[in-house]
């Protein structure tokens, strides 16, 4: 059986929208941040990712959750 863990999710902007602010999730260990992405809907082809941050440092698509992360999902933003 394997562990699991629990992370919590922070959305900022239009990743807010019809989903959630902040919110506490049970993953199998070895999930990625690309994985709670993908599940989320957020991804290059339908909302393109700006920032990624685990514990309030910048993480790539690949990084491994732990027990007790905060993964931050920020979207590009546009302005001129």
């Not at 506490?24 to 700006?50: C, F, N």
């Not at 514990?55 to 546009?78: M, R, T």
């Amino acid at each position: 059986m394997s562990e699991s863990i629990n992370v919590t999710i922070k959305l900022f902007a239009q990743y807010r929208d019809d989903r959630f602010k902040i919110e506490q999730r049970v993953y199998k260990s070895g999930t990625t941040a690309q994985d709670v992405m993908d599940e989320l809907g957020i991804s290059e082809h339908k909302l393109p990712l700006g920032v990624l941050m685990v514990n309030s440092k910048h993480e790539k698509e690949d990084y491994v959750l732990q027990e007790g992360d905060i993964l931050a999902l920020f979207p590009k933003v546009g302005g001129g």
